[in-house]
């Protein structure tokens, strides 16, 4: 694989730390959730958060590609990323659900972009195998008046 860009950030101390983007665009303090035992701490973050949203921005660009290429006029995706983390006997693992919708598109046609959207995201591709991960296309909603 030849990379065409490489993100970087470091983080010290783990989950009650503190991170950054080599960039310094991304600066975040972290704090282990209330549910897992932790302080929760306001103004924290934590790597599930982080996740979630550079998942949903990855699949959105997918769906937006998908789309684009099957020559379907669409809005803006919006997608919802769901990151859940559980405990087995030894260890945690994570399972994700993807909630999307577009202007544009009913929900058996957001479906089946985000279906093979998955088939084209990195951040799927990484999951496959060992992440399980649930796709969910739905209508768009009204904007308010």
Do not use: W
């Not at 669409?74 to 919708?101: M, R, W, Y």
């Not at 929900?107 to 972009?113: I, V």
């Amino acid at each position: 694989m030849t990379p065409l860009y490489t993100a970087q950030a470091t983080v010290t101390a783990g989950r009650n730390g503190h991170g950054q983007t080599s960039d310094g665009v991304i600066k975040a303090d972290f704090s282990l959730p209330k549910e897992m035992g932790g302080e929760g701490k306001a103004g924290a973050t934590n790597p599930e958060q982080l996740f979630a949203m550079g998942y949903a921005a990855c699949f959105g660009g997918a769906v937006a590609m998908v789309a684009r290429n099957q020559g379907k006029k669409i809005g803006a995706p919006t997608v919802t990323a769901n990151v859940h983390i559980a405990k087995d006997e030894t260890s945690f693992q994570l399972a994700v659900t993807l909630e999307g919708s577009a202007e544009g598109a009913s929900a058996s046609e957001m479906q089946s972009l985000m279906e093979a959207a998955h088939q084209v995201c990195p951040y799927s591709k990484a999951t496959r195998g060992n992440v399980e991960v649930t796709l969910k296309g739905q209508e768009a909603k009204a904007a308010a008046a």
